[in-house]
């Protein structure tokens, strides 16, 4: 499958990409740090020169496939968001691949970063797959609008090289039969460990029972002057009583 890509630069194109999105019932994915996108709200971000909508068409297809949204991250460096319609999904990995060759090969652009929202695992599949390498996962990076909460964000990366080796050593059945994918593994986080003052009456209890102790051994008037002529009973911790 082969698809063109085109730069969304007309009103009228941007405000159609927006309503087939809201359409399809997309836009909690494309648009999910809002809780109910507006038109108003997709044209002031893709109005912004620092923004470039690109679409795309399956030539064969006859229907445009899918949108994606590129905008600068730093240096050469692009920040990348891309949403596939319903009907093509099955093209969206071929198509993603196209498309990030186009760009490197039209612009300057060097690298692309995407940040997936941590519950849309979705993305990570189709990021993996389409020569994106794992990075990092960013504490509270998205905001979630459905849920009114932070989530983690998924970190992400692809430069020329990752996207050659990926289709060098990916044989990837497209029509819908997409590799299983293996999100990476995160480990749960440690309960913090609060330990309990120690309380005067509990520490006169203590030096009381080590009195009783020591004179019950005849060493009453002994001093110790060296931690290694220490009982054992005397090094015990609080938690070892």
Known sequence: MTFHFSTVRSHANKRKAFLRMRTEGLLPTAMSSQKDPSLHAWLTLIDSPRHM??????????????????SPFRGYVWEFDFTTFRAHTQYAIPMAQQLLHWL??????????????????????????????????????????????????????????????NLKGDSMG?????????????????????TKPVTAAASAARQQQKE?????????ASILTSPLNESSTNTKTLLGQ
């Not at 599949?125 to 990075?135: D, K, M, N, P």
């Not at 009783?212 to 060493?219: N, R």
């Open 174 to 194: 497209f029509g819908g039969n997409t590799p299983s994918y293996d999100p990476p593994v995160v480990l749960p986080t440690p309960k913090q460990q609060v």
């Open 104 to 165: 490197f090969e039209h612009s300057p652009c060097e690298g692309i970063v995407g940040i997936c929202p941590y519950p849309n695992r979705h993305a990570w599949r189709l990021a993996q797959h389409c020569g994106f390498t794992h990075i990092a996962r960013l504490p509270s990076a998205c905001w979630w609008a459905s849920r009114q909460r932070h989530v983690d964000g998924i970190l992400v990366m692809a430069t020329l090289q990752t996207l050659t080796n």
């Open 53 to 70: 909508l690109v679409r795309c068409d399956g030539i064969s297809l006859k229907d445009t496939t899918a949108y994606a949204l590129f």
């Open 212 to 220: 009783k102790s020591t004179k019950a051994a005849g060493i009453q």
